[in-house]
């Protein structure tokens, strides 16, 4: 089964631009097997390789901040765009493994349970990376209001903007990757200090620094 691949670019204090997206593209076609199709969620599709497919970012989200406006992928209609099998992932990420087997996972829903999920910032999963069958959990999105819902996540304690409203619609017995599946932080899980484990698949570079903001040579060799 063909599942897509879904990025989102639009503007923020990481100045992402149309280049990353084609470098993740690139890491994407390079480390998986499998039939997909690679999808850009943004404003502006300039720049964009011929290979990535656009959709236009609803607007009205931005203003919420942080990145409130990436809970529409559980709407229950994204099927209806992307496909039934939906592999969300941030542009701050370096795929530097194979990552059928992250793919096949059969669950309905695969969050990332991060190294400082569960900490003193409280959120369950980090949505740098979302495997799911579109339409899954739709919960997540009807029961989300933007006047509300962001009042909600500050009051509960939670930090991380749309990740801690994930947490506390779904709570803690979601499907998991973590570091023993390759899926890592670059500054939480060693890999800064002490280079790529042998496992790894994906490296996030959430927060600062981003990838192109690193000396590191494994960067280099994947991040292209």
């Not at 993740?24 to 943004?42: I, K």
């Not at 999105?141 to 947490?167: H, L």
Request: aromatic share 12%; glycine share 8%.
């Amino acid at each position: 089964m063909k599942f897509a691949v879904v990025c989102y670019l639009y503007e923020g204090p990481a100045n992402y631009r149309a280049e990353h997206v084609n470098i993740l593209r690139r890491m994407v076609a390079r480390n998986c097997t499998l039939p997909h199709e690679f999808w850009c969620v943004g404003d502006d599709p300039t720049g964009l390789d011929p290979g990535v497919n656009f959709y236009r970012c609803d607007r009205s989200m931005l203003s919420l901040g942080g990145c409130y406006v990436k809970l529409q992928m559980w709407r229950r209609e994204v099927q209806e765009i992307f496909g039934d099998r939906i592999l969300l992932l941030d542009l701050d990420s370096v795929i530097c493994g194979n990552i059928d087997r992250l793919v096949l996972r059969p669950e309905a829903v695969v969050l990332w349970r991060d190294a400082l999920a569960g900490s003193v910032k409280g959120f369950l999963y980090n949505g740098s990376m979302i495997l799911m069958d579109a339409g899954a959990r739709p919960q997540v999105w009807e029961s989300f209001d933007a006047k509300n819902s962001p009042q909600v996540v500050a009051q509960s304690g939670m930090q991380m903007y749309e990740q801690a409203w994930i947490g506390l619609v779904l709570g803690p017995n979601e499907a998991t990757f973590t570091a023993a599946d390759g899926v890592l932080s670059y500054k939480f899980d060693g890999v800064r200090d002490h280079g790529l484990r042998d496992n790894a698949a994906v490296v996030f570079f959430h927060g600062r620094p981003k990838p192109w903001e690193v000396d590191d040579p494994w960067v280099k060799e994947y991040w292209r």
